[in-house]
């Protein structure tokens, strides 16, 4: 009888926790409803202690159940947050984490802000503009969302006199916390000619510079479901809001590495508890944009960063901790000059390193055995005209370069011993390639930022083979295999991962926590299932997507 009234009270005391919006649990496990859909299938339910950097994300099945998984979950006050288009979460709010199991339902309400939910895709789902038009406004995203438009007052003459005048000031680096300037602003009414009012028109035509609510209705993308909800995924929150770690690469001995696209430095983070440091080099072009874009790891475990605007390349030796800086000689530099890329992974077939001028749409290469660098390759000198633009850059095992042409639909190559170069059409029509990665048979896999597809171009027979990923407008920044058979992708809209079975065309997609823009991708396969790595450019986070399947 005894044993039975501690019971009871032990349940009311639960109970009365929940009320309260705290519960006492070691483990975190219950169901997720609403009124209006009960059971609710698909909800991201993030768990994140109090003065951690880490926050951990499950996601509901179709009963509406949701468990965090064994370790992930220690003693501690816990913030939780969801993610439910169209839903807010009501309570609780809070957890308390101690040395007793119990289950915490977590109730549902319609949202009374659906436009501060959606995803970039789901604002080109909703503008009343044409599809040709809609795409033209994906560089938006490389500094901010749709909502900052959607939002604005701005009319047509303020877009042309005010707002494009301001955009041509930004570095390509720039963005609402780090507002970086170009040396020379770029004239952005005269680069667009006769189209300028045309767009700067869209644009008021989709913000509130006539109308106190947008005349047209916002849309939105299912919930996640079925195989899409047996995820978990881990967020690592970076020391500071300026850092953008672009791209994102493991060493061999899992410790994460990362470019920094607004800074001069290079992350190193601890996969386990999320410390970070920051590895720093000197100013080499005053007076330029800082940060660096491509990172790549080379067979000796070297890493290697392209340094944009402060030109050339960087090699950092692992061991030591040191920088080797390799800028570009003062005769192949101009006031717009931008390394985005750089290509050593096979620079031991001949010595030398590919790289790109973004901005000039030419490709380099020196010898770092001489310290020789070839002139520019200006590769579409003979090609139809544009627009046209070098992007990612990947060489073979002969230490070819293969590049995306990012304006167009080409992928192209250039053979190191006769610098001949050739085109080659994606079968898809502004399909806009933008960058990808070599595998070991001399496959090039690509994401086809303009398609909305993932792309593998054989470099041996040049044959193309494309597959489609299922959100409208994701815009794939990048693409990587594992040794499963599967490609993975991000999108810069969707805040969705994809991942594609390319023998079975099955599909998965993953729904993130919260906006994540999206750049280069990586996953590490070298356990028994894929794992997903990305950084979430705009929100100085790292992001690590462990399927359970």
Known sequence: MRQAALACMIGMGALLAISQGVVMAQTLTGQVTSAQQGPMEGVLISAKREASTITTTVVTDHKGRYSFPEGRIVPGRYALSVRAVGFDLAGPNRVEISSDPAALDIT?????????????????????????????????????????????????????????????????????????VRKVPRNMVNLLGPLAPRIAGSLA??????????????????????????????????PRNQIQPHDVVLDKRGTVWFSDFGENMLGEMDAKTGAVIEHHYDVSRPGYSNGNLDLEIDADGALWLAMMNQTGFARFDIVTGKFELHPLPQQMLNDSTQQAMVAPTHRKVDGKVWFNDTETIQIGRVDLNTGTYDPWWQPFRAAPRGPHVVYGIYTDSQNNLFFADFGGEAIGRIDAKTAEVALFMTPTNRSRPRRGRMDAQDRLWFAEFGAGKLAVFDTRTTTFKEWDVPTPYS????????????????????????????????????????????????????????????????????VKVDPLE
């Open 108 to 180: 549902l309400a319609p949202t009374k802000d659906l436009a501060a939910q959606l995803t970039n895709s789901e604002w080109l789902m909703s503008f009343p503009i044409s599809d040709d038009f809609k795409k033209t406004m994906y560089g938006c995203t490389n500094c901010h969302t749709y909502e900052r438009i959607a939002k604005s007052t701005y009319t047509t003459e303020d877009f042309v006199n005010i707002v494009l005048p301001r955009m041509a000031t930004y570095s390509s680096q720039a963005f609402p916390p780090l507002r970086q």
């Open 205 to 238: 035509e989709i913000n509130l510079s006539t109308h106190e609510s947008w005349p047209y209705t916002l849309k939105t993308l299912p919930r996640p479901t079925g195989r899409a909800t047996r995820v978990v995924i881990t967020e690592y929150d970076l």
């Open 475 to 542: 815009a794939p920044y990048d693409a990587v295999t594992d040794r499963f058979g599967g490609v993975w992708a991000s999108g810069m809209n969707d805040d969705r991962v994809t991942r594609i079975d390319t023998l079975t065309g099955d599909t998965v997609q993953y729904l993130m926590p919260r906006p994540t823009n999206v750049r280069r991708v990586f996953v590490d396969d070298s356990g028994p299932h894929p794992v997903f790595w990305t950084g979430s450019n705009h929100n100085a986070s790292i």
